[in-house]
């Protein structure tokens, strides 16, 4: 029970990476709210973790609006007592090439990733800074790298990670620690959007990105989920600042 009674809230957590790391949380104690846009996706997620003898509450909201965030945030407290995780895990992709990129595509990412984290983050630090504990971790993307078709999505995870070092910084001093991880290839739904945009069988993108690894196989939402849980966990309480890429050594 590696958070055991922690108090841990995970955007995007409807399906994918985000209900993972929910569940694997709740599996290793903590008090978990499930945050999606969907409210259909957040009851289903709370409602497997309950299921399993977990501890769960589902929270509709709109990343992308800071009144939505706050009352999300408020929502944890009033029902947990407080907050100690907050992952910022909710995402989205407008795939194009740059003469093709509409001002939709560019700041419907921007605000998700960059915006969403940025609401979050500054919400749920009123409780973890007088409190002098706290873990947030981003979810960044290898596609910080660069990736062809991504200008959008790139730009934003690069962003993430500047995000975290400076809030590593200004957190540091109150206790909180936080994070990103860089996840290459994961099966979801969004690498399977990726793949009908490049006009590709998903299985046969899933094999080719297996032949990249030095594992010689893609990346499962679990994976994921399990650093999120060594990087809230206090194995990890030396650990600050940095970007953790989880990618099968490619």
């Known amino acids: ?5 922690r108090v841990a809230i995970i955007t995007g957590s409807g399906r ?4 993972a790391t929910a569940g694997r949380l709740a599996e290793e104690g903590a008090k978990v709210v499930v945050t999606d846009i969907r409210a259909d996706a957040c009851e289903a997620t709370a409602a497997a973790i309950k299921a399993s003898g977990g501890e769960a509450i ?7 609006e800071r009144q939505s965030v706050e009352e999300m945030v408020q929502k944890a407290v009033d029902t947990f007592g407080r907050l100690d995780i907050l992952v910022n895990n909710a995402g989205v992709i407008r795939d194009n090439l740059v003469h093709k990129m509409t001002d939709e ?14 609401y979050a983050s500054q919400a749920a630090q009123r409780y973890m800074v007088p409190q002098r504990y706290g873990k947030i971790v981003n979810l960044s993307s290898t596609s910080a790298l660069g990736n062809r078709g991504q200008l959008n999505y790139a730009t934003a995870k690069a962003g993430l990670q500047g995000f975290t070092r400076t809030l590593a910084i200004e957190l540091g001093k109150f206790n909180i620690n936080v994070n990103a991880i860089a996840p290459g290839f994961i099966e979801t739904d969004m690498t399977k959007a990726t793949a009908e945009r490049v006009g590709s069988d998903f299985e046969a993108f899933k094999r080719a990105a297996a032949e990249r690894s030095l594992l010689g196989r893609t990346g499962k939402p679990i994976d994921i989920a399990n650093a999120v849980l060594f990087l809230v966990s206090e194995e990890s309480s030396f650990i600050t600042g940095q970007v953790l890429y989880v990618r099968g050594g490619i």
Do not use: E, Q, Y
């Open 1 to 5: 029970m590696r958070v055991k009674d």
């Open 16 to 19: 994918g990476i985000g209900a």
């Open 58 to 64: 589902a929270v509709p909201c709109n990343i992308t």
């Open 105 to 118: 595509d560019w700041d419907t990412v921007m605000n998700v990733h960059l915006k969403g984290s940025f």
